[in-house]
């Protein structure tokens, strides 16, 4: 019986320090300032061609998103995934790779896998299709980042 008692607790105590950990490490992510929230959806689906079935496309629309934090950095953003223990941001994403396609609502299924009110932002990094997920004051805060390039930058904002 003392042994199960103690075996519960451990647990615990090994459960609080994970939890301990997570917000100390969200905390030194933001301590510099100049973060968000930010979801993000690296392996981004291809659409659906003409003909295909789009029933199948629909179903893998709300698969995918990643829970996350964005920091500016200079002339990247950096970002770390909410549930990791690793220091070094997940992706660094440089202002003058960044080529913002479209904005749009969530679809189906994504309204429930991104956080309310969230706009979701289709660009390419680096050629590479990728989305972020943000509400609408982030948003107008990073399209103002991305045009705030320094002179002489390619930057294309949609």
């Known amino acids: 019986m ?3 008692v103690v075996t519960v607790i451990a647990v615990l105590l090994v459960c ?20 968000f929230d930010c979801s993000a959806r690296l392996d981004v689906p291809p659409s ?3 003909g295909e079935d789009s029933e199948a496309a629909g179903e893998s629309a709300g698969k995918g998103w990643i829970f996350g934090i964005a920091r500016y950095n200079n002339d990247a953003v950096e970002w770390f995934r909410v549930f990791s223990w690793a220091p070094r941001p997940r992706r660094v994403l440089q202002r003058s790779l960044i080529e913002v396609i479209e904005r749009r609502t969530p679809q189906g299924q994504e309204e429930l896998a991104l956080l309310s009110g969230a706009v979701v932002l289709c660009c390419t990094h680096a050629g590479e299709p990728l989305e972020l997920a943000m509400s609408e004051d982030a948003l107008t805060g990073f399209l103002a980042w991305l045009e705030a390039a320094p002179p002489g930058q390619r930057v294309n904002v949609a």
């Open 2 to 4: 003392v042994l199960a």
């Open 16 to 35: 609080l320090l994970a939890l301990g950990a997570f917000a100390v490490r969200r905390r030194l992510i933001q301590r510099p300032g100049g973060t």
């Open 48 to 50: 659906p061609a003409e």
